[in-house]
């Protein structure tokens, strides 16, 4: 495992290097660097030629080893993952937040602007919240909005609680199935990021993503849909009427998930929306008399 590179740079290209040959992601590289040096990319870009600490050698190598041996997500093994300009911790007991959901947290963020409802006193529940990554940031973008988070994993929450600690976000968390725990508040805004991964797609996901990431939060019934159709029929038997619900969805499944809420909510208009990529990745349901002031 000992490796004879002597400068930063040197480390940094073995390292590309290796991880390209064993086809793994070679930008692994910088962060772990980034980890173990407690340098930023910036730093060590500008630091190339510095010598690489001989006491952090030892560590960075099996790092990078381990990665490429059972596909560790690199975020597990710093422990900590970044959205939306924040570091939340992370392990196996929740999904790593990814940049796909940062748009989501945007479209719920736009929506308030748009309504004018910027300095408003509003409910918003982040349901099956995982690392808290959606609620923290909601919280913290906008303090004067009251959140929740529920997930049905004791241990998911305790990291949301971690994050929320950390963050100094002012979230409120219970344990459920994603809005029982709160069926007697009245809520505004719904926004959720749920299962939604059929077992059918399992082959096409990679090794990391299936050996690392918690199944409770990837994978649900009725081709991926059972999670959207449990939200809905909850909105519904509770007599919610929320100005807006926000979902993250599968690329396959835009139509299906407007579906479900035109058909289960009358009154309801759903809207799909693509990503920063292109692909529909989002879908924002409001109630048919608020569509005008979206536009």
Known sequence: MEQSFTTIQEAR???????????????????????????????????G?????????????????????TGIPVQHLIGEAE?????FKVNGDVLIPRPETEELVEGVLRFIEKKGLNSEYLKVVDLGTGSGAI?????????????YATDISSQALETTARNAHQL????????????????????????????YISLAELKELSDTVVRFDPHLALFADDEGLA???????????????PML???????????????????????????????????????????????????
């Not at 959205?83 to 570091?87: I, L, Q, T």
């Not at 979902?247 to 835009?254: D, S, T």
């Open 13 to 47: 290209k073995w390292a590309s290097l290796f991880l390209k040959e064993q086809q793994r992601e070679p930008g692994v590289a910088d962060w772990l660097l980034e980890h173990h040096l407690n340098m930023s990319y910036t730093q060590l870009m500008a630091y």
């Open 49 to 69: 030629r510095d010598p690489f600490p001989h006491e952090k050698k030892t560590a960075f190598v099996a790092d990078i080893y381990k990665h490429t041996e």
């Open 83 to 87: 959205f939306y300009g924040r570091r």
């Open 135 to 147: 609620a923290c940031t909601l919280s913290l973008e906008l303090d004067h909005l009251d959140v």
């Open 168 to 195: 100094d976000a002012k979230v409120k968390f219970y344990q459920g199935d994603f809005l029982a725990p709160v069926a007697g508040e009245a809520i505004d805004i719904i926004v959720s990021n749920p299962p």
């Open 227 to 241: 999670a959207y159709q449990t939200i809905i029929r909850q909105i519904k038997s509770y007599h919610l009427r």
């Open 245 to 295: 619900i926000a979902f993250e969805i599968g690329h396959r499944q835009g139509e299906a998930v407007k579906a479900i809420i035109e058909t289960e909510l009358p009154g309801y208009h759903a809207e799909v929306r693509s990503d920063i990529n292109g692909y529909p990745r989002m879908v924002f349901a409001y109630t048919k008399a608020s569509i005008k002031s979206q536009r």
